[in-house]
């Protein structure tokens, strides 16, 4: 079925992942994590999802599914469409020129283009990039950014909040003696947890997150997959990522894109180890892209 669009529910009667192609020890066993429960509802929803730069169409009929308090991979070759998608999700592609979007995205059922104000969909949807961009400021200022945007002045309110967020993103007891030191003199790995932090500093429900660790070592990398684990408790995460063993280790879900359209989504377990589409076993297996 070359062109079938599959949207998997359920893994429950699948044996457990034997996909591991260059897995390490270490890998294998975070691996081993329990998932969440595969018939959560849905957080956010795309139907029938068309995008277009201008002439180009980057998405073709995308219909997914995120569920809730989940982690959710999008995986794919470059240029398939990952980050459009993910941007399309806080309406970020709003502020690119000769950007199309027609069919429905949906947050808690309601329309995020037609019925939620675009900067309360911001607030609700945060996004972490692929290099970490904290601001030049402090870390203490860096966190209370968007609370302070958001009118939040008290003190004592601020200290919480950027206390809670810096806890929240794994980084509290390397930063709580430096909150006043310049977020730019530290590391990209606690950089980019800073800025895990900033974003959840405005209390998403949803984090969007595209190649947050690329450029990342395998030690921070560690630290931001596990911290993942632990956000989806309060927090649902849609994560864009070319690394296979991570969307293995992280994910629930998983959907996987090709030239702007969706192949296949479902259980991550199942899309490693028993893809439906001959496309997506090749991918996963590494013969392309
Ligand atoms: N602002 C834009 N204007 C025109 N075309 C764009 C724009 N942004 C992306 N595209 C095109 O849309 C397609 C999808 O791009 P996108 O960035 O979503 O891919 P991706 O899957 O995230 O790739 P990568 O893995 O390299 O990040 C590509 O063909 C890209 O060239
Ligand atoms: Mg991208």
């Not at 691996?31 to 002439?55: N, Q």
């Not at 283009?113 to 607030?123: F, K």
């Not at 994560?239 to 296979?244: E, G, K, S």
Request: charged share 25%; net charge neutral.
């Amino acid at each position: 079925m070359p062109n079938a669009t599959l949207e998997r529910t359920a893994s429950a009667g699948h044996a457990p992942a034997t996909y591991m192609p260059h897995a390490q020890g270490q890998a294998a066993d975070r691996r081993m994590k329990e998932k969440a429960p595969a018939d959560a509802p849905a957080k956010m929803g795309v139907r029938g999802l068309d995008l277009y730069y201008k002439d180009f169409q980057a998405l073709k009929g995308i219909n997914l599914e995120f569920p809730k308090n989940q982690v959710t991979a999008l995986i794919g070759p470059s240029g398939c469409g990952k980050s459009t998608l993910l941007k399309s999700l806080n309406r970020m592609n709003d502020l690119v020129e000769g950007c199309r979007v027609e069919g429905e995205i949906t947050l808690d059922g309601e329309d995020a283009y037609r019925s939620i104000d675009v900067n309360s969909l911001r607030r609700r949807v945060g996004m972490v990039f692929q290099q970490p961009n904290p601001f030049p400021m402090s870390v203490y200022d860096n966190v209370a950014f968007g609370p302070r945007t958001h009118g939040i002045k008290n003190r004592a309110d601020l200290d919480e909040i950027v206390e809670q967020s810096l806890r929240d993103a794994a980084i509290w007891d390397e930063m709580k003696d430096r909150l006043k030191k310049n977020a730019l003199g530290f590391s990209g790995g606690q950089q980019q947890r800073l800025c895990i932090a900033r974003a959840l500093a405005v209390r998403p429900e949803v984090l969007l997150m595209d190649e947050a660790t690329s450029a990342l070592d395998p030690i921070s990398t560690a630290k931001i997959e596990d911290l993942v684990g632990e956000l989806k408790s309060k927090y649902t995460v849609i994560m864009v990522t070319h690394n296979m063993l991570q969307a293995l280790r992280v994910s629930d879900k998983t959907a996987f894109f090709l030239l702007g359209e969706m192949v296949e989504a479902g259980a991550t377990d199942d899309i490693f180890t028993a893809p439906v589409d001959p496309r997506t076993a090749d991918y996963v297996a590494g013969r392309f892209g």
